[in-house]
């Protein structure tokens, strides 16, 4: 028990290293960590905001656990990330007990290494977006629905591991959506059909299982749809099965895309897998594990093979199971007698996985320059009670949360284009988001005429951070002659202030409120 109780400490502290040394990437962590600072501020705890109206593209789980790591570790980077490194060691802690069970410490150890040294599993744990954590539910769930399987064909009762499994499917759904429960039953099942036992399926529709799980995955949805009529089709309808099914999307991708993804990410492990190839693997008697882990691979790079957009994080659900064929692979040539071939190799694909999995940090974190934390946290440190921050022609993911503003910021763009709603971007979700509270978007959603009457109208002394690109100083007459206070990159931050000056310069001696 206490080597075990090390092992798990030693995977907790490898799979947190590195997690707090680079800036929040755009723009998946600024969005999703953006959006659970928004909510922790504004306590609209049931509700995701960006912006500071409803963003229903995603159900809630993330944002609460980041809320609450927020709550505790205050607001950084390390803050953000914790939900999914909490979630990838869960994944592996799952992994190596049910290994551990229906095999032996030593494979559960090899799989559980493997695992959290791929670096595909080991970068998604140190993302903070919903990949790790949906991941996580799913395998769990899945682990537990086999073990209640298993259990039932021993003769043992299956129960506790059902609802176990009741409840991480509910969770999973509140961490993606439909998927958090169908891709594990679609597992589970398959795996049934392939041995032909049936009466397996009477396992797996438990009516107590179901009940709990209802109780966990429904009360969110039916709240917001009762606060907002329009959110099933669009949560369910629009982000769910049209975005799977239809074209139009951002990441177009061919069918096969995933295969060379899963290799390449998961180098050097993947070049053992090439005793998956041999038949002698697959007959071996082994309780259909193997088997299992083989509908579970084949089912998740099958499913998110249909849509033609295609993101890499979609595939991380099947790493646990690529994992453990892997250490199958690796402990069938330690027990094939050819032991000196295994001394040599599998410590240096461990060395080698990890090296890597720190290469790739370092890539990230040399990337991360193009997401200018400095200006935002340099924002921060100067405004004033009543500050207006303002984005032209862009929405900085990152601005508010490192200048922790306590309001959403004015987005200045071209709101009544007829292509924003056709195109899948940043534009999009906040034009999304105004259909669900058009009192909030009429406030913070500005073209250029009404950010000039806003100006113009300000009583003097009002402040407004402007967020904007080089160009802008010449195009906007509000920013004539004057010179960022900040910049970095190709973002420019002009400080503003209401009067005399602003007066003459942009409104034509439009008189400004306040002034006489």
Request: hydrophobic content about 55%; aromatic content about 14%.
């Amino acid at each position: 028990m206490k080597k075990t109780s090390l092992f798990f400490a030693a995977i907790a502290a490898w799979l947190a290293m590195l997690s707090w040394v680079r800036p929040l990437m755009l723009p998946d962590e600024g969005r999703y960590a953006g959006v659970a600072w928004e909510m922790l501020r504004s306590h609209s705890h049931a509700v995701p905001l960006l912006n500071g109206m409803p963003y229903f593209h995603k159900p809630p789980l993330f944002y609460w656990l980041a809320e609450a790591s927020f709550s505790v570790f205050g607001l950084n980077e390390f803050a953000a990330r914790l939900p999914s490194v909490l979630a990838a060691w869960l994944a592996a802690a799952g992994l190596y007990l049910f290994v551990r069970r229906r095999r032996d410490a030593g494979t559960a150890a090899v799989a559980t290494l493997i695992l959290v040294t791929l670096p595909f599993f080991y970068g998604a744990a140190q993302f903070a977006n919903l990949d790790m954590l949906v991941a996580s539910l799913i395998s769990l769930c899945i682990l537990a629905g086999a073990e209640a399987l298993l259990r039932a064909r021993e003769d043992a009762s299956p129960r506790g591991m059902m609802l176990a499994c009741a409840v991480l499917a509910g969770l999973a759904v509140l961490a993606k959506g439909l998927i958090g429960v169908a891709l594990p039953a679609a597992v589970l099942v398959l795996w049934v059909a392939s041995a032909r036992r049936w009466k397996d399926l009477l396992v797996l529709l438990w009516p107590p299982a179901i009940g709990v799980f209802l109780a966990v995955a429904v009360p969110w949805f039916w709240l917001m749809q009762l606060r907002y009529p329009e959110f099933f089709h669009y949560f369910f309808i629009y982000q769910q099965f049209e975005r799977f099914s239809a074209g139009g999307f951002n990441n177009v991708q061919p069918a096969w895309f995933y295969l060379p993804v899963l290799a390449a990410l998961a180098l050097p492990w993947s070049a053992w897998a090439a005793g998956l190839f041999d038949k002698r693997f697959w007959s071996t008697p082994d309780g259909g594990l193997r088997r299992l882990m083989l509908v579970w691979l084949a089912v998740i790079l099958a499913f998110f093979s249909i849509p033609s957009s295609k993101l890499i994080g979609y595939i991380v659900p099947a790493l646990p199971a690529f994992a453990f064929l892997l250490a199958e692979v690796v402990m069938s040539v330690r027990r094939g007698g050819r032991g000196l071939r295994w001394r040599r190799l599998f410590p240096l694909s461990v060395i080698g996985a990890a090296t890597l999995c720190g290469a790739a940090m370092a890539a990230a974190a040399a990337y991360s320059h193009q997401a200018p934390k400095s200006l935002a946290t340099d924002i921060g440190t100067r405004l004033r009670p009543g500050d207006t921050l303002v984005a032209l022609h862009e929405y900085p993911f990152q601005l508010q949360l490192y200048s922790r503003s306590p309001a959403p910021m004015w987005v200045v763009d071209d709101w009544l284009d007829p292509q924003i709603p056709l195109r899948d971007n940043w534009r999009k979700e906040l034009y999304d988001a105004s259909h669900f509270d058009p009192v909030q978007g009429q406030q913070v959603l500005l073209s250029d005429r009404l950010l000039r009457e806003r100006l113009c109208a300000a009583p003097a002394g009002e402040r407004y951070w402007i967020w904007g690109g080089a160009d802008d100083a010449a195009r906007k007459p509000f920013l004539a002659n004057r010179q960022p206070v900040l910049s970095e990159d190709r973002s420019r931050v002009w400080l503003v202030e209401a009067g005399d000056g602003l007066m003459r310069q942009a409104c034509g001696e439009t008189p400004i409120a306040g002034l006489q």
